[in-house]
């Protein structure tokens, strides 16, 4: 399995970025994936997560600003980053756990100016 984001960037206050998370070795429709990230000092956090079914959840700090999307034909899943706040500056990682092990990208920076 080898998971690829890309996307990030430097962005200012209020900007918008895309993420991507690009898999392969892995079919993504069959399962739960997530958008993880972690900013200087600090522990790796969870920002959003989808399900096979489509079902989706936010961290509290990224509701209503952020939606986590996914194309099965591309085997690719999405973060649309909205109002970025210079809180939200951090190296995001995309995670998708299978029964046998857990998968991390290498990771994409995302950097906020205010």
């Known amino acids: 399995v080898q998971l690829v984001e890309s996307g990030g960037g430097l962005v200012q206050e209020g900007g918008c970025l895309r993420l991507?998370?690009?898999?392969?070795?892995?079919?993504?429709?069959?399962?739960?994936m997530a958008w993880y990230r972690q900013g200087p000092g600090k522990q790796r956090e969870l920002v959003a997560g989808?399900?096979?079914?489509?079902?989706?959840n936010y961290a509290d700090s990224v509701k209503g600003r952020f939606t986590i999307s996914r194309d099965g034909a591309k085997n690719t899943v999405y973060l649309q980053m909205n109002s970025l706040k210079p809180e939200d500056a951090a190296v995001y990682y995309c995670?998708?756990?299978?029964?046998?092990?857990?998968?991390w990208g290498q990771g994409t920076q995302v950097t906020v100016s205010s």
């Open positions: 991507s998370c690009a898999a392969s070795g892995i079919i993504f429709s069959f399962n739960a």
């Open positions: 989808i399900i096979s079914g489509g079902r989706t």
């Open positions: 995670y998708v756990p299978t029964p046998t092990d857990h998968h």
